[in-house]
């Protein structure tokens, strides 16, 4: 199927930093999400987003939807420590969720 | 928005040995999914539990080692059949609200399985 590649993999970062990962594709997607996944627990859904160009808040995360439909990336302002987790981009057909790699973030005081 | 519980959230299994997940969700949805993430890894998905009929698999994935159940539109089944040590992964459950491209999924808390 069609791939999706997220970078970085991992990042180690101090907290009160900003941090900023990014999936792309080489195939044209209708929808980007990013969600977070905490140990022990499933991925939980931070933004979704269904327009080109789109740029979405919440809170201190924003997350843009690439002009060309191949691109994405997350940010997370000012990071604090429950930010710690695995980020995954996701693109949905029809329900179905195709996962990149996750990126893992971590969070010194 | 919906929440989905899955039992048990972790088992240890003897290989050879098969082991079936339950997944309710506290509301109606369209779409059901199982998702396994391997040790370290992404989520890939199984399989497309199918409300009243048989379960849509990805490749790799079939009906003889993974059957899937969907009796209605809250209550989904996956068994692991006959482990071995290679199943060891987190299986999660999936449910989507609705048909159309806008469809948001939630995940259960999913059920980690270790074979030995």
């Known amino acids: 199927g069609q791939q999706l590649n997220q970078s970085p993999q991992s990042m180690f970062i101090q907290e009160g930093e900003d941090v900023s990962m990014n999936c792309t594709s080489s195939?044209?997607?209708?929808?980007w999400l990013w969600y977070k996944q905490d140990p022990g627990e499933g991925p939980v859904l931070l933004i979704a987003?269904?327009?080109?160009?789109e740029l979405t808040s919440n809170g201190r995360l924003t997350a843009q939807f690439g002009i060309t439909r191949k691109d994405s990336f997350l940010n997370i302002s000012a990071s604090i420590p429950s930010d710690v987790g695995i980020y995954f981009c996701?693109?949905?057909?029809?329900?179905?969720?195709?996962f990149g790699a996750g990126t893992q973030v971590v969070v010194t005081p | 928005s919906a929440v989905i519980s899955q039992k048990p959230s972790r088992d240890i299994c003897q290989r050879g040995t098969s082991l079936t997940i339950q997944c309710q969700v506290d509301?109606?949805?369209?779409?059901m999914f199982w998702y396994r993430q391997q040790p370290g890894q992404s989520l890939t998905l199984i399989a497309t539990?199918?409300?009243?009929?048989?379960?849509?698999?990805e490749s790799g994935f079939v009906i003889d080692k993974f059957p899937i159940s969907r009796p209605n539109l809250t209550f989904s089944t996956l068994t692991v059949s006959n482990m071995s040590p290679e199943d060891s992964s987190i299986y999660l459950c999936?449910?989507?609200?609705?048909?159309?491209?806008?469809?948001?999924?939630?995940f259960g808390q999913g059920t980690r399985l270790t074979v030995v």
């Open positions: 996701g693109s949905d057909s029809w329900g179905k969720l195709q």
């Open positions: 195939s044209i997607f209708n929808t």
């Open positions: 987003l269904y327009k080109a160009g």
């Open positions: 509301s109606q949805v369209t779409m």
């Open positions: 539990a199918n409300q009243g009929s048989e379960a849509t698999y």
């Open positions: 999936s449910g989507a609200p609705g048909w159309g491209m806008n469809t948001e999924a939630f």
